[in-house]
């Protein structure tokens, strides 16, 4: 099982860490790690690149993912006899802080929206860089007008009062509670990684986020559709 250090800070942009394997599977050679603060791609996030360096080698990693327990970081070849050996890891800084900002700015739409509009649940969100979206379900039928304008300024004044972004481990019971709308059942004795933007509702998530507000100074919702339902 690997550590996921990234939760822990994600301003963390290197880190030593032990190679526990090395192999390859259907998506390529991979390397894995006794801890990791590379971020693997899920929950509407893209994964973390960087390098390791161990060595001479400077082992690129190309994209990151999660199979069960374990984190895979996918690189160029498989490093066998390179297990066992300590080496330097380090997350591409400027990735790192986009796909942080963009994924808690997802969550403050998702709050902002749900705070003006009672009616609308966020029930997904897509923060890859270039076509980020939140999608948002009706309590009673889409019977409120969205006004953009509306979201934009109550975003900037929430912007403006730089709320920071806390974030804590809760047992499932805790979630149930917290998070009625909820669409998934979280297994009893797991403990649920949440987020929350000042007072705003706490929200599950395995995500990396800014501290506070002030990193998403200029952000502002372009678009707004209504998908029918089939
Ligand atoms: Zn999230």
């Known amino acids: 099982m690997t550590h996921l250090a990234y939760f822990e ?5 290197n880190d030593q860490a032990i190679i526990m394997a090395s192999d390859k599977d259907e998506s390529g050679p991979y390397l894995m790690l006794n801890q990791t603060i590379f971020y693997p791609q899920g929950g509407g996030q893209p994964s973390d690149q960087g390098m390791i360096k161990v060595e001479h080698h400077h082992i690129p ?3 990151v993912k999660n199979m069960g327990d374990e984190v895979r ?3 160029d070849q498989v490093y066998e006899h390179l297990i066992g050996q300590e080496g330097a890891c380090l997350v591409d800084r400027d990735t790192r802080l986009l796909h942080a ?6 969550h403050l739409i998702s709050n902002v929206m749900e705070s003006l509009y009672p009616d609308y649940y966020a029930v997904k969100g897509h923060h890859f860089p270039g076509e980020c ?3 948002f379900n009706s309590k009673n039928g889409f019977l409120d007008e969205i006004s953009i304008d ?8 929430v912007i403006r009062k730089n709320l920071r972004v806390n974030m804590e481990q809760v047992s499932a019971d805790k979630v149930n509670a917290l998070c009625p709308n909820i669409t998934y059942n979280i297994p009893n004795g797991q403990s649920i ?4 933007i000042g007072d705003f509702p ?5 995500g990396t986020h800014v501290k506070s507000l002030q990193e998403l100074q200029g952000l502002k919702i372009t678009k707004c559709k209504i998908k029918k339902m089939s």
Do not use: W
């Open 73 to 75: 970081h996918y690189t």
């Open 133 to 135: 979206y939140v999608e």
């Open 9 to 13: 800070n994600t301003y963390k942009f």
């Open 61 to 63: 990693i190309y994209r």
């Open 101 to 106: 900002k963009l994924h808690s700015a997802g």
């Open 150 to 157: 509306l979201v934009n300024e109550e975003i900037e004044r």
């Open 193 to 196: 990684r949440m987020i929350r």
């Open 202 to 206: 706490f929200s599950p998530c395995g």
